[in-house]
């Protein structure tokens, strides 16, 4: 898998357990990839100490870069790093994700693997703000990593908007089944396609008594079957790897990869950012923080990002 030749694997500052960096490796023995690990750290305190001067700062921030990069390197060195090609790196920044999607950006990274932290109490994933933004403007695919494993013979589902006929979203269908289909090879999984679509809408049920919203609900299933089919047909995916239910996609998409015990779901995001986002949201983080296993987040071809001033 020639495109997932360069990863970069944030590091959590905060626990021992880099899933992140444990994915990447996995992921490098099958493709042999590069992998940088990639650490930010900050600490507001070290910028309020007024007594000390920029250089006094200065030193204390290497000290405590010094001091991580070190942590980082013993973690390393406990892992089984046969044949594998890695190095860390560790920077001082307040905006860790502007400081990942410019890495990216610099270096040419094929995919970003991050671990998500889970609430003990709730046992629910907690995205931070740097999870969102990594999403929404990483030019690269994103790959959130959880506790599911990656065995062989497992599933992949690969989420798609099948009802559309925007030519934006046809094309990211087409983009998120290719790349399925690369990565169900290299792991050895299943490939599952998965499309919604919404039932009878409410208002047209009340206002018009004489529609039949059974018949609606049956063409509109119809309608994405045949449409599916169409599109598996052309990545040569037979129909029982074929899945169309109706109702909301995160309802849809979580039902699905529960029932096929998913190790790794792929979804497209269009990458919207400020009040669009706040208003609208993607489907994909709709999604995310629902799902037990592995997510891969692809932008659309020719997507750029907002970080990228060059």
């Not at 905006?95 to 995919?111: S, W």
Request: some cysteine; overall charge negative; aromatic content about 6%.
């Amino acid at each position: 898998m020639e495109k997932y030749q360069k990863i970069l694997a944030i590091v959590d500052p905060t626990t021992e357990d880099q899933k992140a960096v444990n994915r990447a490796i996995e992921l490098a023995r099958k493709t042999g990839a590069s992998i940088t690990a990639f650490l930010t750290i900050y600490d507001f305190s070290y910028e309020m100490t007024t007594m000390l001067s920029g250089e006094e700062r200065e030193a204390m921030c290497k000290s405590v870069i010094n001091d991580r990069t070190q942590w980082l390197e013993s973690l390393l060195a406990e892992l089984d790093l046969t044949g594998i090609t890695i190095d860390c790196q560790v920077i001082w920044h307040n905006r860790p994700f502007e400081q990942i999607i410019a890495k990216v950006i610099d270096n040419g990274y094929d995919i970003v693997i991050k671990g998500t932290h889970q609430h003990d109490k709730f046992k629910s994933v907690i995205f931070t703000p740097t999870d969102w933004h990594i999403l929404r403007k990483c030019p690269c695919p994103v790959l959130l990593v959880k506790e599911h494993l990656w065995p062989e013979n497992g599933n992949i589902i690969a989420a798609l908007n099948i009802g559309s006929e925007e030519e934006e979203h046809k094309a990211l269908n087409d983009k998120i089944t290719a790349e399925a289909k690369q990565l169900a090879k290299v792991m050895k999984a299943n490939l599952h396609l998965v499309n919604s679509f919404p039932g009878t809408p409410v208002n047209i049920a009340i206002e018009i008594p004489e529609f039949n919203a059974s018949d609606y609900n049956l063409a509109m299933l119809k309608h994405h079957k045949k449409t599916m089919l169409e599109h598996a047909t052309a990545f040569n995916i037979t129909e029982e790897f074929t899945h169309i239910k109706e109702g909301l996609p995160e309802d849809i998409i979580q039902s699905i990869a529960a029932e096929l015990d998913a190790e790794l779901v792929i979804l497209g995001t269009i990458g919207r950012t400020g009040l669009s986002a706040a208003l609208i949201g993607n489907t994909a983080e709709h999604v995310i923080d629902r799902l037990n296993c592995d997510v891969l987040a692809l932008k659309p071809d020719g997507y750029v990002s907002p970080l990228d001033v060059k």
